[in-house]
């Protein structure tokens, strides 16, 4: 049977708790079968019930009047499932292994008009609940609506008393599971309403809830039964793959990354021609009678304003860089599917607090090089760079999800867990990874030095004012991966699968690219101008892709998705603004660094004495 770990239990401190983390990410990936013989019992757990357009507002099923055992117990659930909003408890269901079932009697309730006005309200919200058999989600709608007519107007609204579970087998496996309601007719829920063995009386409605089961034998292997599970449809599929347009796209792309680097290669080549031509003229001397980005060279290596900060953005930057490069690499791996709930956000939860001597490293390298002096400051802040705005966000969405009894609302003892990972891994690798840093740290390697004085800026056009790069530079690389962004939307905020993990990958790697050839385009015509503010100005531009994200967000929400309510709205926005916040980071660090390379190279190919 597939190991879980509790993550309610003692795993609170120290090296047990570090050992937790890991063990947390790597037992999804096992997945190991489980055997059963003739009459073994399958337990059925119940897990959660929600809108079915708000997918992230979850609520616990027995917050249902429903049937229930008298004593509640829960299962060990993962680190990844409870993040994902997983509340498994048993159930009165009692399935056995290659044993079928007819109208079985589940329980009898009698039900309040309190609780009569809750199903009927959750009914005409199209609440659905999810069951777990054997690793295997089970969906279905609570109950049954209809509308009808203008005048007459026409509303029912029906209780489903009767499921039938259809669960395929191959050997001593469980291969697939669904329920159904075919045939069956749903109790009414109307004032009055009552059906064959229901009875309305003073003390409320009576319902009979049953139950049957039906077991089929199926040829395929338990190492393929995500296959079946990802071929079933109880929600729609709308993520649907337009081959075309994603090939239309990539081509678009590499079009034009062609175009910019053949046209900056001949307008360089034309400009070293033009510089070189006083083969006895230093460096120093480049500046007298000309203009363009050759009379900057005493100004072009002046270090920013704000160090810290910039090395803060860039160290993250690398972070998610890393991390990202690494969650494509463990899903081409296959070690996330569909039946391996949460393993993805159990990952990247490991991911981030192990990179993050990434962050440290790469940040106190560069602010060392740049003659930064408060290192211990900047440790601080490339650590609070990301965890701060996340631990805000997550304490509103958090809130918000507690005060509607959500299930998305994580329980003391998992935010104890993850705060424990952050400052018993997450934030000493950093201080590690920047102490390393700042000793390994050699001198910046400038071709030209640096003037006292700084130079004057001319006045530059409106075409080369920060805002209008920001535009040109956030646009481009936010065209490249539009297509596919649809379907990343459609994954994180519905029920799709995402399967296409190295299409994934491709766009990945174009994304950054396109990145790193506008920065360095947009460079070369800042620098052009007289301009040596190039620091800041390589980051924003390509970094302001973030901000295209998230307006793509808002039109995703408005026009993509049927979502609505306080709940669901306040995760979405949320933990959008922190997606956007994301790809800023690595698109600025790429960014940066493309232009800071390409400085280097021109500078470095003047001819000096």
């Known amino acids: 049977m597939t190991a879980r770990l509790d993550c309610s239990g003692p795993c609170v401190a120290g090296r047990s708790m570090r050992l937790c983390v890991l063990i947390l990410c790597l037992l999804p990936r096992f997945g190991w079968a489980v055997s059963y013989k003739q009459g073994d019992p399958v337990i059925l757990y119940v897990n959660k019930v929600g809108p079915y357009h708000n997918p992230q507002e979850t609520y616990h099923y027995y917050t249902l ?8 117990r829960h299962k060990a659930l993962s680190l990844g499932e409870v993040l994902d909003g997983d509340r498994m408890a048993e159930s009165l269901y009692n399935i056995r292994f290659k044993e079928n ?60 008393t009767h499921l039938d579970f259809n669960i395929e087998y191959n050997g001593d496996s469980v291969i697939f599971a669904n329920v159904s309601v075919k045939d069956v007719k749903p ?62 796209s990539l081509v678009l792309v590499v079009l034009l990354l062609g175009f910019v680097i053949i046209i900056l290669m001949r307008v360089l080549k ?34 920013p304003t704000y160090k810290s900060l910039l090395c803060a953005v860039l160290g993250v930057g690398a972070q998610f860089l890393t991390l990202a490069t690494g969650i494509i690499v463990m899903a081409l791996l296959g070690m996330f599917n569909v039946h391996r709930h949460g393993a993805i956000n159990s990952a990247a939860i490991v991911l981030y607090a192990l990179t993050s001597c990434v962050s440290g490293y790469c940040s106190c390298s560069f602010y060392t090089q740049i003659q930064g002096q408060r290192w211990v400051w900047n440790i601080i802040l490339t650590s609070a760079l990301f965890s701060a705005p996340l631990f805000f966000t997550w304490s509103v969405v958090n809130s ?38 700042k000793n390994r740290a050699g001198n910046f390697q400038a071709p030209c030095r640096t003037r006292n004085i700084p130079r004057q800026i001319p006045q530059q056009p409106w075409y080369k004012h920060t805002a209008v790069h920001m535009a040109i530079g956030g646009f481009l690389p936010f065209s490249a991966i539009s297509v596919e962004l649809y379907y990343i939307f459609a994954t994180a905020w519905g029920r799709e699968h995402y399967t296409l993990y190295g299409i994934l990958l491709c766009v990945f790697v174009i994304l950054l690219s396109v990145g790193a ?14 301009d040596y503010r190039w620091w800041w100005r390589s980051v924003l531009s390509t970094g302001s892709t973030g901000i295209f994200i998230f307006v793509y967000s808002l039109f995703y929400y408005h026009n993509r998705s049927n979502m609505s309510g306080l709940v669901q709205s ?34 470095r190919s003047l001819k000096m004495d």
């Open 65 to 72: 009047p429903v049937c229930r055992p008298k004593e509640v």
């Open 101 to 160: 079932t007819e109208r079985q009697m589940l329980c009898k309730l009698t039900l309040s008009e309190k609780e009569v006005d809750q199903l009927r309200e959750a009914i005409e919200e199209l609440y659905y609940f999810e069951f777990v058999l054997d690793d295997i989600p089970i969906w279905g709608f609570v109950g049954y609506m209809e509308e009808s007519g203008f005048l007459p107007h026409s509303h029912k609204v029906g209780l489903w």
């Open 187 to 248: 109790e009414p829920l109307e004032e009055g309403g009552g059906g064959a063995g229901h009875g309305v009386g003073s003390g409320g409605l009576t319902v009979t809830h049953t139950y049957s089961v039906r077991w089929f034998e199926s040829t395929l292997p338990h190492s393929r039964r995500a296959e079946r599970l990802r071929d079933y449809s109880f929600f729609p599929k709308t993520l649907e793959i337009h081959w075309l347009s994603i090939i239309n």
């Open 270 to 303: 034309n400009d070293f021609a033009r510089y070189n031509v006083e083969e006895d003229g230093g460096c120093d001397d480049l500046d007298q009678g000309d203009n363009g980005w050759k009379i900057i060279h005493t100004d072009v290596f002046r270090f």
């Open 400 to 437: 918000v999800h507690w005060w509607s009894g959500s299930t998305q609302a994580l329980p003391a003892t998992t935010v104890l867990l993850l705060l424990g990972a952050w400052v018993l891994v997450g934030f000493p690798l950093t201080v590690i990874g920047g102490i390393v840093g």
């Open 517 to 530: 050839c506008i920065s360095v385009a947009l460079t070369y015509f800042l620098l052009s101008g007289e």
């Open 570 to 603: 306040v995760e979405f926005f949320g933990y959008s603004l922190l997606t956007a916040f994301v790809f800023s980071l690595m698109l600025g660090t790429v960014s940066f660094w493309a232009s800071l390379a390409f400085i280097r190279y021109i500078y």
